[in-house]
Antibody
């Protein structure tokens, strides 16, 4: 079964760090484009970062220099290292697969993990 | 970066209505446009990819059209389960970008 399961969210103080993981089953993380998308409370979807199958990486300006996306082929897992966290990073974070056969639409999503940045 | 602008931001409609949501890109994105549906507390669901291709399992009352900078999502006959928020998203280049969303609620 194709599935994504995020973990690692929680309550963290401003300036702190957190590492999110996305466990992938049913397909190979390194053969796909994988994105992180977040949604602040009551707000719309905000794209955060993508790692292409070839290894190219891109970030939203709002997280560039603070967040790092990576993948672990041995564990078939996608990760997001978040440093220097700010209150405005508070959101539900989703990982998603971009379908290379489907116009790079995000066809598989995790259930989301909640990050709350507050003192 | 490519900006995506949706309109309207919200609309009220009745069951059976035909609903149209538009999305405009700040530059040409060819047909690299996707549409999602999101219900409260749930992850988004892909409805339409590549501007007009229906994702597997999505009812045929959903359709998409457009290319270049102007795109449309149409629901031909609104059903009770379609009340949700809809987002467009460009996959032409990175950074990816979403529209601000269109909330469809009951009139």
């Amino acid at each position: 079964e194709v599935q994504l399961v995020e973990s690692g969210g929680g309550l963290i103080q401003p300036g702190g760090s957190l590492r999110l993981s996305c466990a992938v089953s049913g397909f190979t993380v390194s053969s796909n484009y994988m994105s992180w998308v977040r949604q602040a409370p009551g707000k719309g979807l905000e794209w955060v970062s993508v790692i292409y199958s070839g290894g190219s990486i891109y970030y939203a300006d709002s997280v560039k220099g603070r967040f790092t996306i990576s993948r672990d082929s041995s564990k078939n897992t996608l990760c997001l290292q978040m440093n220097s966290l700010r209150a405005e990073d508070t959101a539900v974070y989703y990982c998603a697969r971009e379908s290379i056969w489907g116009g790079y639409g995000m066809d598989v999503w995790g259930q989301g993990t909640t990050v709350t940045v507050s003192s | 970066d490519i900006q995506m602008t949706q309109s309207p931001s919200s609309l009220s409609a009745s069951v059976g209505d035909r609903v149209t949501i538009t999305c405009r890109a700040s530059q040409s994105i060819s047909s690299n446009l996707n549409w999602y549906q999101q219900k409260p507390g749930k992850a988004p669901k892909l409805l339409i990819y590549a501007a007009s291709s229906l994702q597997s399992g999505v009812p045929s009352r959903f359709s998409g059209s457009g290319s270049g900078t102007d795109f449309t999502l149409t629901i031909s006959s609104l059903q009770p389960e379609d009340f949700a928020t809809y987002y467009c998203q460009q996959s032409y280049s990175s950074p990816r970008t979403f529209g601000q969303g269109t909330k469809v609620d009951i009139k």
